[in-house]
């Protein structure tokens, strides 16, 4: 599975920003999608899943970001809102597959600043 991540920049707080993942290859055999973060000197966190059993969020996001498939275009998306400087990192997509293998996309660079 290859993985591209697009929708990264520059926004001021309180704003929005919506990252994209499209997914390409074996796709039939991804079975939970996500998205992760790590910001400058900080482990990598999860931030949103999804699978065909619903969606799950990390607490400091919840209420503000919604993730989000399209299985028709074979994209997922993360709908960022009310962005503060704290949500500041490079974000990653991810996919496991039903055998679970991982796989990343190239991170996407979210700054939130005023």
Known sequence: VQLQAFGGGLV???GS???SCA???NIFSIKISGWYR???GKQRELVAVINSGGTGYADSVKGRFTIAKDNAKNTMYLQM???KPEDTAV???TVVTNIG???WGKGTQVTVSS
Do not use: H, K, V
């Open 17 to 19: 920003l919506r990252l």
């Open 23 to 25: 997914a390409s290859g």
């Open 91 to 93: 974000y990653y997509c």
């Open 81 to 83: 809102n009310s962005l």
């Open 101 to 103: 293998e991982w796989f």
């Open 38 to 40: 790590q910001a400058p």
């Open 12 to 14: 001021q707080p309180g």
